[in-house]
């Protein structure tokens, strides 16, 4: 291989693909790239990103296209380009180097770092040319090299290290969850919105346990700014990723199937905690949203695209002008009665839609849609990560729980079976699968997801059973010394887990609540688990709940059909007919009998 080359071309990732015609010298990360590194005596530059990200495609534009940079980056550095959703390890690596040199991080991810993997300086956007405060990417890059040949061996090592959360005690997570919590908006702190799915799950679990006022408010205010504001894709259904403004108005227009399955599963759950049929509605509309934008040949694929030809949002804001001319005079007339429509708009002159009430519109938003599609639309990254496809079909086997769809129940048992057909070979679990291209290298993440998916298979079809048996070694096989290892690929060193439960439930929160609820199932030994700090650990502390016995555990010879059971529930098939809660067994009450 021609290092003094850009050999992208090489890599089956949609990301590294695109930064195929920069002309800085990139590399996949391997041990030939980084044993040249080592022999050259020169600095790695590492670069993080992934396919959908609007900043990194801007880099991709900028710095990484300027011939100046890419010049000194060349002829300085090994240059190398990480998708951060391949390899979740080195990212997560990075991201602890950055976060303890900044107090924050984000994508890309720049990091200068040393052969043997002692990292120098991380930054995230830098422009081509500096501006305002903003030294440009080449200013950055000098002065790192500089620092380098005057400190070679001064650099210290960083090591990963497991910071798991700190202890908190049961009667303080709500309460601490409330001072996050913005009563004006809705969501949680006073900046960015960002859909806080872990935390929604905890609270509508905690408040089907205590029916606390405040809980419910807290999750229902939430729940209808996510759904009624910029977060939603009211046209075609599913979320974006985040919201730039605290008022939920302006998305960061990405859509990614992690936010697909987590919504699905809070709205879901809301539905059937809180009652309200516009909850049901909205996890019908991200179901229509995955068969239609995310599904291809039986999985379904990372995400959507921020920009639609290097600008942001394009497919999706329209102008007044373009709205008034695609409706007759009536259907505008009823769609400004439903929207914030006016000709100023809300984004950079444009509107981007925004739900003022409840009013039924569909024809209408069905005839909108019709002509969005006709224009072009953002690109997709179309990896298949297994991890988070099981992650989306936990999600589907629990809305078909909530919102009594025996249909979503198979179609995740076939999600599962897709993946293992194609991920697991006996003894390894691979990670994705892009270009034809299978990925072997193993991840807690995938391991916990799909024991979690095959933990809610058993309850409804227990010859599962020996394959959960199989999978919850495979899992234990990421424990080490008593912590979790993210993995422990020979080309990189040992990460280990993190524990934050956003925007998906963390590898450790997930690998605990798997196995938790498998020793349930099973009749194992549970040991004591603590709660922690909440936010954080949102996730973690479900599967606290359920360890504590704050979920029911119904056996039954018969299955008992779910919209009976509280949502708090597991079940199994046996001749006890038993409703264990809280440490004490039961015997089932006459309504739980089906008939």
């Given at each position: 291989m021609d290092i003094r080359h850009n050999n992208l071309e090489r890599s089956s990732s949609p990301y590294l693909l695109q930064h195929i015609n920069n002309p800085v010298w990139w590399q996949e990360w391997s041990d030939e790239i980084i044993s040249y590194a080592a022999e050259t005596k020169k600095l790695l530059f590492v670069s993080v990103g992934y396919a959908t990200c609007h900043w990194c495609h801007v880099m991709a534009s900028e710095a990484f296209s300027d011939l100046s940079t890419a010049d000194y980056l060349n002829n300085h550095f090994v240059c190398i380009k990480v998708d951060r959703e391949q390899r979740p390890d080195i990212d997560q690596f990075l991201m602890e180097f950055i976060n303890n040199q900044n107090g924050r991080g984000g994508w890309p991810l720049n990091v200068f770092m040393t052969s043997d993997l002692r990292p120098v300086y991380a930054l995230t956007y830098a422009p081509a040319k500096s501006r305002d405060s903003m030294l440009s990417f080449l200013e950055e890059a000098e002065?790192?090299?500089?620092?380098?040949?005057?400190?070679t061996n001064k650099i210290p090592?960083?090591?990963?290290?497991?910071n798991p959360p700190e202890k908190a005690s049961e009667s303080s997570l709500s309460d601490t969850l409330s001072k996050y919590y913005d009563t004006e908006n809705g969501g949680f702190g006073k900046g960015h919105k960002f859909p806080p799915h872990s935390s929604l799950l905890f609270l509508l679990y905690q408040a089907a346990l205590d029916d606390s006022p405040s809980t419910k408010t807290i999750c229902s205010?939430?729940?209808?700014?996510?759904?009624?504001?910029?977060?939603?894709?009211?046209?075609?259904?599913?979320?974006?990723?985040?919201?730039v403004d605290r008022e939920w108005t302006i998305p960061h227009f990405e859509k990614m199937l992690y936010d697909q399955a987590m919504s699905?599963?809070?709205?879901?759950?809301?539905?059937?905690?809180?009652?309200?049929?516009?909850?049901?509605n909205m996890a019908d509309n991200i179901l229509k949203c995955l068969e239609e934008c995310f599904k291809v040949d039986g999985f379904y694929i990372a995400g959507h695209d921020a920009d639609t030809e290097h600008e942001e949002g394009a497919t999706y804001i329209w102008s007044y002008e373009e709205i008034k001319n695609s409706l007759l005079p009536e259907e505008f007339e009823k769609f400004s009665q439903t929207y914030y429509i006016n000709k100023s708009g809300n984004f950079e002159g444009s509107i981007h839609l925004i739900r003022m009430n409840?009013?039924?519109?569909?024809?209408?938003?069905?005839?909108l849609l019709t002509e969005r599609l006709t224009r072009k639309q953002p690109s997709k990254d179309n990896k298949i990560l297994c991890g988070i496809n099981a992650l989306l079909a936990i999600a589907m086997l629990q809305a078909g729980r909530f919102l009594v769809r025996p249909d979503l129940e198979k179609h995740a048992a076939n999600l599962i079976q897709n993946l293992l057909n194609k991920f697991w070979d006996g003894t390894n679990l691979a990670h994705s699968y892009s270009k034809d291209v299978l990925q072997k290298e193993n991840f807690l993440f995938d391991a916990a997801a799909v024991l979690s998916a095959i933990s809610l298979l058993f309850e409804y079809d227990d010859s599962w059973g020996s394959l959960m048996t199989t999978m919850t070694l495979y899992l234990k096989s990421f424990q080490e010394d008593g912590k979790w290892k993210e993995s422990s690929i020979g080309d990189f060193q040992k990460v280990y887990a993190a524990w934050l439960d956003h925007p998906v439930p963390s590898?450790?929160?997930?690998?605990?609540f798997g196995l938790t609820r498998v020793a349930l199932l099973t009749g194992k030994e549970i040991y004591p688990m603590e709660y922690r700090e909440p936010f954080k650990s949102d996730f973690y502390n479900i599967a606290v709940m359920i360890n504590n016995g704050l979920f029911h555990l119904f056996e039954s010879e018969k299955p008992l059909p779910w919209n009976l059971l509280p949502v708090n529930s597991l079940r199994i098939t046996g001749k006890n007919e038993t409703d264990c809660y809280m440490g004490v067994c039961r015997p089932l009450e006459k309504r739980f009998y089906p008939g």
């Open positions: 002065k790192v090299q500089t620092y380098f040949e005057n400190n090592p960083f090591v990963s290290a497991e205010k939430t729940l209808d700014a996510m759904r009624l504001r910029g977060l939603n894709d009211h046209l075609q259904g599913g979320i974006f990723r985040y919201c699905l599963w809070s709205y879901s759950l809301a539905f059937r905690v809180l009652g309200k049929e516009t909850y049901k409840e009013n039924h519109i569909e024809d209408i938003e069905s005839k590898s450790v929160s997930l690998a605990e």
